[in-house]
């Protein structure tokens, strides 16, 4: 079936502009996840869903990143007024309920450049 | 979480069992070990966890110490296909953030 999906695959934007991206989670997963992965580093957590609601939005770096999930299914990552330290790659994962024994299974990502 | 170090680099044949060596001395008791890897431009990939006791699926097994300082992720016959960086992590039950490290970068050659 199909896995995870993000669009778009690459955004170039230029400083202090807005972004969203967005996320289609395997159908029928109720947990979401999105990470960031800077150039040779791992993926670091940003903020996870549990249906509709933000879990755990620990990892948001500050208030200028934001993120919905409001039908329990898609959900999109805003930020605001970007910085050239916002270019990463952003991942999103769903899981089927979360918890321990659900693997996270992640979308190929969408590449963000701020200019 | 407790924190996990992997070498930064391994080689292994192809058709050779490829053995990735993982450390956590600071793992508690409700932590699992779970091994993900990420292709190179793709979303990292689920492997193997387990708690305490040796796991096997079809595409890994996993070996964990006794005193569960340390595991060991074996792909029994490694391919190409299998170059990746592998990534250890201890997950805390009850907690949904995965904490990545850098990984161990595996290259498979032929």
């Known amino acids: 079936g199909a896995g995870v999906s993000q669009t778009p695959s690459n955004k170039v934007t230029e400083k202090g502009k807005y972004v969203e991206l967005r996320c289609d989670p395997i159908?029928?997963?109720?947990?979401l996840y999105w990470y960031r992965q800077s150039l040779g580093q791992g993926p670091e957590f940003l903020i996870y869903f549990q249906g509709t609601g933000a879990a755990d939005d620990s990892g948001l770096p500050n208030d200028r990143f934001f993120a919905v999930r409001p039908e329990g299914s898609v959900s999109t990552l805003k930020i605001q007024r970007t910085e050239r330290g916002d270019s990463a790659v952003y991942l999103c994962?769903?899981?089927?309920?979360?918890?321990?024994?659900?693997?996270?299974?992640f979308g190929p990502g969408t590449r963000l450049t701020v200019l | 979480d407790a924190k996990t170090t992997q070498p930064p680099s391994m080689d292994c044949a192809e058709g050779r069992a490829a053995n990735l060596p993982c450390n956590h001395s600071t793992i508690s008791g409700n932590e699992y070990v779970y091994w993900y890897r990420q292709i190179h431009s793709q979303g990292p990939q689920y492997i193997i966890h387990g708690l305490k006791n040796n796991e096997t699926n079809e595409m890994a097994s996993l070996i964990i110490t006794e005193d569960r300082k340390s595991s060991t992720l074996i792909l029994p016959h490694a391919t190409l296909r299998d170059t990746a960086v592998y990534y250890c992590i201890v997950r805390k039950g009850g907690s949904e953030k995965l904490v990545f490290g850098k990984g161990t970068k595996l290259t498979v050659n032929p």
């Open positions: 994962a769903s899981s089927t309920q979360g918890g321990v024994s659900n693997e996270q299974f």
């Open positions: 159908s029928g997963h109720t947990a």
